[in-house]
């Protein structure tokens, strides 16, 4: 179950501090609720109240903490698309690299992931494709008019 909950993790939240946060979460809910019982184990008495404010609060904690962890989740998600549509044209299908001269760089992207594509032959007929499935719809002997057709 651990395994799966780390693999989750880590495809879900960028950064190490957000798994641990994430990860930290059912942690913490369950040491508040079980908080009561192990210091009447110790011998320390609580009242009624402060054993109801302590099962009140845990959810409260976990939702704001999940909460915290989502939001900085989008914002990352958000800047990282705005750079990365800043960095790429879209054109015909494909994707290409802005050089910092205002170029493009000679290599076609995947339409979908943005991943680098290959042809697996040196033939001009053949098409970009990537480890995802996506196929251009343009050969590798059309690249150097498409190349020179994106606008700037």
């Not at 992207?109 to 970009?128: D, N």
């Amino acid at each position: 179950m651990k395994a799966l909950w780390d693999v989750i993790l880590k495809d879900m939240l960028p950064t190490l501090w957000l798994r641990l946060i994430a990860g930290a979460i059912p942690t913490l809910t369950l040491t508040v609720f079980a908080l009561p019982s192990t210091l009447h184990n110790l011998g320390v008495d609580l009242s009624l109240q402060t054993v109801q404010f302590l099962h009140t609060i845990a959810p409260l904690l976990a939702l704001s903490l999940g909460l915290i962890v989502l939001l900085i989740c989008i914002v990352y998600y958000y800047r990282t698309s705005r750079l990365i549509s800043k960095q790429f044209k879209d054109h015909k299908g494909a994707f290409f690299k802005r050089k910092p001269d205002g170029g493009y760089h000679e290599a076609v992207y995947c339409g979908i992931c943005k991943s680098p594509t290959s042809t697996r032959s040196y033939h001009v007929a053949s098409y970009y494709k990537c480890k995802c499935g996506w196929v251009s719809s343009f050969t590798q002997g059309e690249f150097e008019f498409i190349i020179k057709e994106i606008p700037p």
